[in-house]
């Protein structure tokens, strides 16, 4: 069985400062991970995944989210926050094999951007 | 081009009532999924499709619901003697593959008096 532990239901950050939002996750076998965005009465919309290889993955919009297996973490950052990036995030997994479809998320971090 | 297409966008309808859900994926996406997302929460996994086939419908929370995809494009969600428990938002989302990235469509939000 796979879980998703998102710290903090709610992040406030000013325009122009970092973007930290934190995933945990739980997975018996290696791992695929994923960042959705959710802007208010849209579906989500994929910002970032891991697979294999390069464990600093870059996305779209400015994101990038780091694979830690030692910590079991997925963390997504942003260098500088936009009032554009007020939304609600969810981290992702799967699992590597058959599957690999099945995304299991965390309960999703919102994101205020204040001016 | 389009993208995934569901609806009706919202729907409203008493408890006890039969309700259909449709999803329309992206032209040539032969995998379909559907998700729950409940107020507050993640979506959650209910049922995906390969082709016309549910190849997976682990996620279904009882056999009061059900999907079919019989041409293996267009999909519906059915609901039997709906429950308030149900009221949720309803995902759709397609791929080209199983292991390719999924596209998710604005969902329909469904509410159960």
């Known amino acids: 069985a796979q879980s998703v532990t998102q710290l903090g239901s709610h992040v406030s950050v000013s325009e122009g400062a970092l973007v930290l939002l934190r995933c945990n996750y739980s997975s018996s076998v290696p791992p695929y991970l994923f960042w959705y965005v959710q802007y208010p009465n849209q579906g989500l919309q994929l910002l970032l995944k891991y697979t294999t290889g390069a464990t600093l993955v870059k996305g779209i919009n400015g994101f990038e989210a780091e694979f830690k297996k030692s910590e079991t973490s997925f963390h997504l950052t942003k260098p500088s926050a936009h009032m554009s990036d007020a939304a609600e995030y969810f981290c992702?997994?799967?699992?590597?094999?058959?599957?690999?479809?099945?995304?299991?998320f965390g309960k999703g971090t919102l994101l205020t951007v204040n001016p | 081009g389009a993208g995934v297409s569901q609806t009706p966008s919202n729907k409203v309808t008493e408890k006890g009532k039969y309700v259909e859900l449709r999803c329309d994926p992206i032209?040539?996406?032969?995998?379909l999924y559907w998700y729950r997302q409940s107020l507050g929460q993640g979506p959650e996994f209910l049922i995906y499709f390969q082709g016309t086939g549910a190849a997976d419908d682990s996620g279904l929370p009882n056999d009061r619901f059900f999907a079919v995809r019989p041409e293996g494009s267009v999909s519906t969600l059915k609901i039997q003697r709906t429950e308030r428990g149900d009221s949720a938002v309803y995902l759709c989302?397609?791929?080209?593959?199983?292991?390719?990235?999924?596209?998710f469509g604005d969902g329909t939000r469904l509410s159960i008096l």
């Open positions: 032209s040539g996406h032969t995998a």
């Open positions: 992702a997994v799967s699992n590597s094999g058959g599957s690999n479809y099945k995304l299991t």
């Open positions: 989302a397609s791929s080209l593959e199983s292991n390719q990235p999924q596209h």
